[in-house]
């Protein structure tokens, strides 16, 4: 989990982990009309960079830090774990505990981003106090369990760079890397001064590039220009009055369910054979 420090000039200095939530969509601030000055997954780092960065620049201090902001107490018994939230603010609350453990009968729990989607995913409003809901103990456990083992996987499989010895770190989580390059799109004027054709053309450079680097070989190259591609399509998307994170959503959503074949190397979908076929 990525935590960024971000500077509204002549008004504050904030952390957030989502900062087209908390910086545009709650305050109004476009990219370009703020900074990010750090970006750590240091919860107690950032929450001390804080309180350092608003005294040298001469805003008013929090009163707390960052890190003790969000304090959730829960409630175990021997069925259930309750949170003392309403369902619909579940799921900001548990994000806002990065660090939360307990512990039930079955074992220890810590959350973690899949965890958290499972709870908000299966949690149910308490009969007695519509502000509190509440999980199964032994789902809760066999949910943990198997996110737990997928993600231990995860951490072995990406141990090392491919087909190399040299450590290789997990990846910065989607919607935070995207903000970063949104934020830097929009210092750099691309958002004010480009449009969407000249991104496209960009585009097109950067599938050049690719198509040479994967004749050459070369995985250096292939890397770097699927990044820029990448990098463009979210310039693109944005100027389109979109965020490329929906659009890959919108993507999925239309190929989790497709049927077909792989035909010469390319997947052909189900209605694409139908066609060939009768041809």
Request: net charge neutral.
């Amino acid at each position: 989990m990525m935590y960024h420090l971000y500077h509204i000039p002549d008004k504050k200095i904030g952390v957030t982990r989502n900062l087209n939530k908390r910086v545009t969509q709650q305050q109004g601030y476009k990219p370009g009309e703020y900074e990010v000055l750090e970006s750590s997954k240091d919860i107690n780092y950032i929450s001390k960079r804080e309180i350092e960065l608003q005294k040298s620049f001469g805003y008013k201090k929090d009163t707390k830090l960052y890190k003790n902001l969000f304090k959730m107490k829960i409630n175990v018994t021997e069925q259930t774990t309750t949170f003392p939230v309403h369902l619909t603010a579940l799921q900001e609350a548990l994000n806002n505990e990065p660090n939360l453990t307990w512990t039930t009968e079955f074992g220890k729990i810590a959350l973690c981003p899949k965890l958290i989607n499972w709870i908000t995913t299966n949690a149910i409003e308490s009969r007695y106090n519509n502000q509190r809901s509440y999980v199964y103990n032994k789902a809760l456990w066999e949910a943990f369990s198997k996110i737990n083992s997928l993600e231990s996987l995860q951490k072995y499989i990406t141990k090392f760079k491919p087909g190399t010895t040299e450590p290789n770190e997990l990846p910065v989580s989607g919607n935070a890397i995207f903000d970063l390059i949104r934020n830097w799109a929009a210092t750099r004027k691309i958002y004010e001064k480009g449009n969407s054709h000249t991104q496209y053309v960009k585009l097109q450079e950067e599938a050049g590039e690719l198509a040479k680097a994967l004749l050459d070989k070369d995985k250096s190259e292939i890397k770097d220009a699927i990044g820029d591609m990448i990098v463009v399509l979210t310039n693109l998307a944005y100027l389109e009055g979109f965020l490329v994170e929906d659009c890959i959503e919108t993507a999925y959503s239309e190929i989790a369910t497709r049927r077909g074949k792989m035909i010469n190397g390319t997947f052909v979908k189900e209605v694409e054979v139908h066609e060939e076929e009768i041809l």
